[in-house]
């Protein structure tokens, strides 16, 4: 059974930083793209941040220039490390991993941008 657990979510200020992480189970871990996906009150959820099986990256440009997606193979877990926060990335963040011909989804860790 394949399971997503995130941490790391938050209040913080503008400017401010936070790492998330996501521990995966029930996969080959190290062969696997990973996501991080967010969703704001009343707006569609979106992806964030990938990380191929090979350590490429994909960002969306919203995040590019402040977000850091990376995995560690050994400990099953990928991570998000976030700087220079806006109030615009206040959001319930989202582990998302496709395998075995399903999606699946972490519970979700809220991100709270404010001053």
């Known amino acids: 059974q394949v399971q997503l657990v995130e941490s790391g979510g938050g209040s913080v200020q503008p400017g401010g930083s936070l790492r998330l992480s996501c521990a995966a189970s029930?996969?080959?871990?190290?062969?696997?793209?990973l996501d991080w996906y967010r969703q704001a009150p009343g707006k569609q959820r979106e992806l964030v941040a990938s990380?191929?099986?090979?350590?490429?990256?994909n960002y969306a440009d919203s995040t590019k220039d402040r977000f850091t997606i990376s995995r560690d193979n050994a400990k099953n877990t990928v991570y998000l490390q976030m700087n220079s926060l806006k109030r615009e990335d206040t959001a319930l963040y989202y582990c998302?991993?496709?395998?075995?011909?399903?999606?699946?989804w972490g519970q979700g860790t809220q991100v709270t941008v404010s001053s």
């Open positions: 990380i191929s099986s090979g350590g490429s990256t």
């Open positions: 998302h991993i496709f395998a075995m011909f399903n999606h699946y």
């Open positions: 029930g996969i080959i871990f190290r062969t696997k793209t």
